[in-house]
């Protein structure tokens, strides 16, 4: 691509930083146009790292980087700026320059796609992953930041920027962008404000889409009134197209879009049909304005908390115009994204979900109980969650305690829980601490609830298979402690 006209001292009023070392380009470099990490910057690329030391300055300058942007300089960085003639900006918000870059990167190389930011505690991957087929399934280029693990939905680091950079410089212009975007998001106890508006505003998409809003982020954020504020931002930074919103959800539904922006609203509740995208579970059908599309034999999800995913996925890509006809052949062809109610065995039925907040684990495990057999038993299989600290986990716990209630109070079945601290699975980030650990069978022991804690993920999965029955439904749930699952499994049958 070509080189721009930004000059460095442009750039560092837009993003409110402060210059250190050379007032210009390293060894006058023009500007790439691309914002990239420190491992991977080339020639006129611009770095973004939220903290870098002395020896980042001389990589930076060794790969003949533009320039370095960070909030937090550590060691002697600033003085092997200053020695080695290398530009460094130094902001307060790191999040200000990362939106920037988005920004850039859209309003100089992608001006004319079509574009769609969607948040929410839960929902948002399956929305946006289902949203992307859809519209690749009909042959139009379109890009997606999501991935399994939801890793690439932030203003920590450039990675929104850096993939629509290569994604057309490798394969042309995009019709569509669909971006996750993190409703909370921040490290330890420092919450980024305005995260989810920052990035919503830097995007500028013509539709946005809202899926729930509940606890999660504990130690972000410490009530529910938090996280409506920070997810409410994308409503906020939408400045054309249209809103949608999840009616069943008392906090979202209340939500008002900017002057000019259209509101509508997916739903389980038929009385909700007209003008909105609904399901009406007396019958099992898709109504989108009170026209039937889709029947539940056609759809990829059967269970409640995913049929309202593909509600706001269908709401979305018809917003986007995309033709109905395009939009039934992707809702029926569509594959669940890893670890999303993915089904790994038959008998027993085991299926996998990256269940990791309260409202997460009781709509996951509610579903699995729906689908038991007459003769069969649930198995649960929670990964506790790892350094994510004492008010997160106990909520968990509190979740697992009102589900296992509620079916057992429905039908006298036992639940089999069994837990796992993944001590065998985990890095050094995600390591359980005795507190945690300690606050999430406490919760379980206060209400009574029998379980069985192993240490290691690998055991809790030999205690499973060995005593499950073939008619019986096993849930595998969690984050990090629970992705490589499916793998040990692989190898165990």
């Known amino acids: 691509m070509s080189d721009f006209n ?42 973004i790292r939220h903290k870098i030391n ?44 990362n939106s920037f870059a988005i920004k850039w990167v859209f309003d100089h190389f992608d001006k004319d796609s079509k574009r769609v930011a969607i948040t929410g505690t839960n929902g948002k991957s399956t929305t946006s992953h289902m949203i992307c087929h859809i519209i690749k399934n009909s042959g139009a280029h379109v890009l997606t930041n999501t991935d399994a693990r939801s890793e690439f939905n932030t203003l920590i680091d450039p990675m929104v920027s850096k993939m629509i950079y290569e994604e057309v410089e490798e394969n042309g212009p995009l019709d569509y962008a669909v971006i996750e975007v993190s409703e909370v998001q921040g490290w330890l106890d420092h919450v980024m404000r305005d995260h989810a508006y920052l990035m919503t505003s830097a995007i500028n998409p013509d539709v946005g889409i809202i899926t729930n809003v509940t606890m999660d982020h504990i130690g972000l954020v410490n009530s529910i009134d938090d996280v409506l504020r920070e997810t409410s931002g994308l409503a906020r930074g939408l400045k054309k197209g249209t809103l949608i919103l999840n009616k069943d959800d008392v906090n979202v539904s209340q939500i008002k879009p900017n002057d ?8 389980m509740d038929k009385d909700n049909a007209t003008h909105n995208v609904v399901f009406d579970t007396d019958n099992e059908v898709v109504l989108v304005d009170n026209v039937e599309i889709l029947t539940i034999d056609d759809l990829p999800f ?62 996951t495990v509610y579903a699995g109980y729906k689908l ?24 968990n716990a509190d979740a697992l305690v009102e589900v296992i209630t ?26 359980v601490k005795d507190s945690e650990r300690e606050i999430f069978l406490s919760k379980l022991d206060d209400a009574d609830i029998e379980y069985t804690h192993f240490e290691h993920l690998k055991d809790a999965l030999v205690n499973v298979l060995n005593n499950a029955d073939v008619n019986d439904t096993i849930l595998l749930l969690g984050a990090q402690g629970m992705d490589p699952a499916e793998k040990i499994l692989k190898n165990m049958m």
């Open 6 to 47: 930004l000059s460095i001292d442009e750039l560092a009023e837009a993003i409110g930083g402060k210059i250190i070392g050379s007032d210009d380009y390293n060894c006058g470099y023009s500007f790439s146009g691309k914002f990239d990490f420190l491992a991977h910057a080339k020639r006129g690329d611009i770095v």
């Open 54 to 97: 002395g020896k980042g300055i001389e990589i930076a300058k060794a790969n003949e980087a533009a320039a370095i942007i960070t909030q937090n300089p550590l060691e002697n960085a600033l003085e092997n700026a200053e020695q080695l003639n290398f530009p460094v900006i130094v902001v307060e918000r790191i999040e200000i320059a």
């Open 260 to 267: 000019g922006v259209n509101r509508i609203f997916f739903s």
């Open 302 to 363: 059967k269970t409640n908390h995913f049929i309202q995913n593909t509600l706001a996925a269908i709401a979305g890509t018809l917003s986007l115009g995309v033709p109905l006809s395009v939009v039934v052949d992707g809702v029926k062809t569509y594959r669940p994204l890893k670890r999303r109610f993915v089904k790994l065995n038959e008998h027993p039925e085991i299926y996998d979900d990256f269940a990791h907040n309260p409202d997460g684990i009781k709509s």
């Open 372 to 395: 038991l057999s007459d003769k069969g038993h649930l198995w649960i299989v929670n990964a506790i969650r790892g350094s994510r600290g004492e008010t997160l986990n106990g909520l």
């Open 406 to 431: 509620r079916i057992h109070d429905e039908d006298g079945r036992k639940v089999n829980l069994v837990l796992s601290s993944s001590e065998d699975v985990v890095d050094h980030l995600n390591i």
